[in-house]
Structure formats: structure tokens, C-alpha cells
């Protein structure tokens, strides 16, 4: 086998709750060095996890232990950060959204082309057991011909209007619901059905301030969205269009959790899962033929995880860590990687876009 991949965590939240877990359950990864500004929540962090760290960046690139970079950290400072990265030579794994706008995306593709870096986005759904035993089911034609598709993603996250006000607050930062769900969804779409040629969008603001961390009775104005209501049309591999409903919301206190349906003109396919808890764990898959109820379909075992966490998001992300390794390690293009990552965002800034001009926003081919 090869060396493993020599990888460093840059931030600490998601960072070093599930990319550190699953990079060392990954056979092909190794964690090597930590990142964060804040010279004491990394000292902290080192200590806990037993590596070396920096709060200077600069100083992380220069490392030469360090092969590869994993950057989560909010979006805002994510693009500054994976350009240095590029330039420095390190392979990425970015997690979403990629940075504030898709000619960022795009900067970084172009960049990551000329260096032959592999750049993995970390679209994690792509690696769930039950969402690859779907997209088989859909690619081998059971639906027929498809009719419809519907998503709901209704959460509660962000429902408690004492959750303090910070950059997921803030549209500037890459804060919104379109943000947060918005990407994994378009590229869920995407993967399963087929591009997205057109869109509208409805995009709202329910809970328009929070407090400010350390300032009793100061608020700050919340202009990031929480509700995002959106009509895609998506080209089948066919080259049929299919019609699409997405239904974003962070704020639905007894949000139904997360629902995919797929209708066609031979049966229905429903993913689904109400567990706001762990947005991995309790998804389940029912298939419905005419005139039947639905079905559950027995999970394939030859998808199965090696091993699951408590926390569920630890095994795709493990998952797609070991995709990204063969890819740096083989030579070939890395999926989900950046050309996805681009289509997410150019979806969310079209959706923007749309909401702003009540106009249908048309994606070339």
C-alpha cells in the first residue's frame, strides 16, 4: 500500500469534530498538523488530539510533513486560504460552500488544473450507503419515465431565536440556509437526476436578529436566509426535463427532517429521515409500484460502512477522505471535487439571483 496521505485540519469546529475522527480511521490518510488562529483554542485542540499546530498559515504550508489540507472553516476566510494552499502545492479537501461565489470556484478549479492538484469538496451524501443504493435504483430505470421530483429539508437548527448572532447570520459570510443545505442539495439533485437548466427562488428571513456574544441586550440584524423555497428544472440523463420542488428551512421547530421523493411513470422511490439529531444516521428507502403502498427496500450490504460512529457524519467523510487519497496517490481527477463544487455554487448564486429579481434563472449547458 501507499504512503498514507499526510493531511492537516484547518479549523476546528466540524474540523476537529469529524475530519480528524475520520482521518484516522481512514486507511489511506494520517493527520499531521492542526490550524486555527486563535493560538488558545489550538493549544487546546493539540493537546487534546495529540499533534502539532500552527496559527499561522503560512507557516502550516511551509511544513513539509504536510502533503494535503483539509479547510473548514467558515466560508468566509475558505477561498484566501485554499488559494495559498494551492499555491503552496497542498492537494485540498474544501468543505461547502467552496467560497463566497461561484468565480471563486472557478479561480480555484483553474488554479488546481495548472498545479495537478487533486481538490476534493466535501459533498459528503455521495458516500452514504442508502443514497448510492438509490442512485443505482434510478440509473437502472425503475422509475420509468420521471415525472417529478420533490426534496424537503425542513430543520430545526436554527429555530431557537436566542441562538447568538455570528457569521451563519450573516449573507456576506456565507451564511443561509442555501448555504448550509442549499449546496449539499443541488448537488444531491444533480448526482441523482441530472443538471439543473433553470430555477426560481423565494428566499426569506424569519428570525431577523439574535444577540450579540457578549453584549447583553444588543442584537445583530440577521440578513442571511432561513427559508428558501425553489422550483428547478433538471435535464435526465435522457435529456428529459424533469421538474423539481426544494424546500430549504433551518427554523421549522418540528421540521419533518430530510425527504427525497422520485416519481415516475413506473414507481416511486421516497429516501427519508426525520432524525435532527444526526443527519446521517436513520435514513431509510421505500420503493412504490401502481397501485401499491410503498416498500422498504433492504439496505445493500455490499455498500455497507466497515464501521460506523455514534456521530454519523464520521464514516461518508471517512469515505470520501479515502476517495480523495486514491486520487493524489493514482493521478486522476477527484469526484466530488471542484467542477462539482462550481455547479452547487451556481446554483445558489442564480438562486440569489432569482429571489432578488422574481426572474427564472436559465444554467448553460
Avoid at 448555504?179 to 430555477?199: C, I, K, M, N
Avoid at 439574535?210 to 428544472?233: E, I, M, N, S, T
Wanted: hydrophobic residues 45%; proline residues 8%; aromatic residues 6%.
Amino acid at each position: 500500500m501507499s504512503q498514507p496521505l499526510q493531511v492537516a485540519v484547518a479549523g476546528l469546529g466540524f474540523g476537529e469534530k469529524v475530519h480528524l475522527s475520520a482521518l484516522r480511521a481512514c486507511p489511506g490518510t494520517e493527520p499531521v498538523a492542526l490550524w486555527h488562529p486563535r493560538a488558545e483554542r489550538l493549544e487546546a485542540a493539540c493537546r487534546s488530539a495529540e499533534l502539532p499546530g500552527h496559527s499561522d498559515f503560512a507557516a502550516l504550508l511551509a511544513d513539509p510533513a504536510v502533503e494535503a489540507v483539509v479547510i473548514a472553516t467558515p466560508p468566509g476566510p475558505r477561498f484566501e486560504l485554499a488559494l495559498a494552499a494551492l499555491k503552496a502545492g497542498k492537494h485540498l479537501l474544501l468543505e461547502k460552500p467552496v467560497a463566497l461565489e461561484v468565480a471563486q470556484v472557478r479561480e480555484l478549479r483553474r488554479l488546481a488544473i495548472e498545479r495537478g492538484l487533486s481538490v476534493a469538496v466535501d459533498f459528503e451524501y455521495r458516500a452514504v450507503p442508502v443514497f448510492q443504493q438509490l442512485r443505482a435504483l434510478l440509473s437502472q430505470g425503475v422509475l420509468g419515465k420521471p415525472w417529478l421530483v420533490r426534496f424537503d429539508w425542513l430543520m430545526s437548527s436554527r429555530a431557537d431565536p436566542g441562538r447568538p448572532f455570528s457569521w451563519a447570520s450573516q449573507r456576506s459570510q456565507g451564511g443561509g440556509v442555501l448555504g448550509s443545505l442549499g449546496t449539499h442539495a443541488f448537488d444531491s439533485l444533480e448526482w441523482l437526476v441530472g443538471p439543473v437548466r433553470q430555477l426560481s427562488a423565494s428566499l426569506s428571513t424569519a428570525i431577523t436578529q439574535r444577540p450579540l456574544p457578549g453584549r447583553p441586550g444588543d442584537f445583530g440584524v440577521v440578513d442571511a436566509d432561513d427559508v428558501a423555497l425553489l422550483q428547478l428544472k433538471l435535464e435526465s440523463a435522457s435529456g428529459a426535463s424533469v421538474p423539481a420542488q426544494l424546500s430549504l428551512s433551518s427554523v421549522t421547530r418540528a421540521g419533518r427532517g430530510c425527504w427525497l421523493e422520485f416519481h415516475g411513470s413506473e414507481a416511486s422511490l421516497i429516501l427519508g429521515s426525520d432524525n435532527q439529531a444526526d443527519y446521517v444516521h436513520g435514513f431509510h428507502l421505500w420503493l412504490a409500484r401502481p397501485g401499491e403502498p410503498p416498500q422498504p427496500v433492504p439496505p445493500d450490504p455490499a455498500l455497507a460502512f466497515g464501521r460506523t460512529w455514534a456521530d454519523g457524519r464520521i464514516a461518508p467523510v471517512a469515505r470520501l477522505q479515502g476517495w480523495w487519497s486514491d486520487s493524489v496517490r493514482e493521478g486522476r481527477p477527484m469526484l466530488p471535487g471542484l467542477a462539482e463544487g462550481e455547479r452547487s455554487q451556481l446554483c445558489c448564486d442564480l438562486a440569489l439571483e432569482a429571489a432578488a429579481s422574481g426572474l427564472r434563472q436559465s444554467l448553460g449547458r
